[in-house]
T-cell receptor
């Protein structure tokens, strides 16, 4: 157990809808990163939040956005859902920026119909 | 190439050693990681190695790093059925971005 929690566990949405996924970081960690893992693939980096600011972003469109709160928990928002957004969304927390080891939560399985 | 590359599948007999190989992309990556993922679960950090090391041993796990060839391997000694999972190598590209391979599915047979 890493101490990183995510909610909900599973979610089903339809194309065009919006979704919010939540992550609570491990105690003592101030950085949260989000990843998308499509079926049969490795996780792809979406973005990272450090002290409530976006700190780095992968190759994802602007309809993927996020927030980090003063308690370092985080949200991932996806607007205008597409079928290809169906995936396992993982968040990971770490103590700081850069190479600090990231500890992953169990993920949220999103299905877009 | 641009991608972290791993072989997709490995079958091993219980009690034997498993070796999972990975080629990464960025010679300036400071840390390299091995994660394990069981069905329906998130990623479990197994071990990591700092780029100035050649080898790291942690109980049944041995990581070897060849920086010249950008090659990373994970050896699991005395493989058990509980080791059946998908194993991902990952490199840290900076700014918290981990780049993962596609994963190696390890199947342990009795």
């Amino acid at each position: 157990e890493t101490g990183v929690t995510q909610s909900p566990t599973h979610l089903i949405k339809t194309r065009g809808q919006q979704v919010t996924l939540r992550c609570s970081s491990q105690s003592g960690h101030n950085t949260v990163s989000w990843y998308q893992q499509a079926l049969g693939q490795g996780p792809q980096f979406i973005f990272q939040y450090y002290r409530e600011e976006e700190n780095g972003r992968g190759n994802f469109p602007p309809r993927f956005s996020g927030l980090q709160f003063p308690n370092y928990s985080s949200e991932l928002n996806v607007n205008a859902l597409e079928l290809d957004d169906s995936a396992l969304y993982l968040c990971a927390s770490s103590k700081g920026q850069g190479p600090d080891t990231q500890y992953f939560g169990p993920g949220t399985r999103l299905t877009v119909l | 190439g641009e991608d972290v590359e791993q072989s997709l599948f490995l079958s091993v007999r219980e009690g034997d050693s498993s070796v999972i190989n990975c080629t990464y992309t960025d010679s300036s990556s400071t840390y390299l990681y091995w994660y394990k993922q069981e069905p329906g679960a998130g990623l479990q950090l197994l071990t990591y190695i700092f780029s100035n090391m050649d080898m790291k041993q942690d109980q049944r796990l041995t990581v070897l790093l060849n920086k010249k060839d950008k090659h990373l391997s994970l050896r699991i000694a005395d493989t058990q059925t509980g080791d059946s999972a998908i194993y991902f190598c990952a490199e840290n590209l900076g700014w918290g971005k981990l780049q993962f391979g596609a994963g190696t599915q390890v199947v342990v047979t009795p």
